[in-house]
């Protein structure tokens, strides 16, 4: 999405930049929806769940927030708590993302548009929450901590964002304050 993005900002204005910027636009739409059905179906499919575990899963997935699933994701590994990171981390790139695409290069009237939800600051504290598990000794191994900084990465980003912080809220403010205290073995929630 962000290469295609490149692309369209170093066409000359004109045909080519206009279907490059549908295209890209196109993209990100598809994106959001493979982003919803990993959320509700694939992320639940792990070949090691069984059918009653994979459901009961599915229940929690769609019922709870994602600052309150890392709880109940680590229950099934480090790993599979971090696909979930990593999925938080790619729904900020594309939230975060398509507003600025849409007042580049405004869509048709016949396109999709994709709304940004008002998780975002949900996505950023379900990031920071896990990340205290990794940091606990002997459960995350340095793989794991070395990792974990790639969608930490992107939810830093999101938190520099000083109009965003200035919203109120309290999920960004909480979000920023774990991950201003990462490896100050300043780790409440979990003891």
Known sequence: MLEAWDAVRAALPGSVMEKRASSLRRRCHDISKSFDRWHHDLS??????????????????SCL?????PDTLIQYGPWYLFAWMMHWAMRLVLHRTMPQIYLQYPPGSEESIITAPDTVGSYCLGIARSVEYFLRPGHGGLMLELAMRI????????LSDPDLM???????HEARAILENVGMGATARIG
């Open 44 to 61: 639940t499919s792990c070949a090691s769940f069984t059918q009653e575990v994979a459901n009961m899963l599915r229940a929690q997935v």
């Open 166 to 172: 200035q919203n109120g809220d309290p999920k960004l």
């Open 65 to 69: 927030d994602p600052e309150e699933l």
């Open 151 to 158: 969608p930490v990465s992107f939810a830093q980003k999101v």
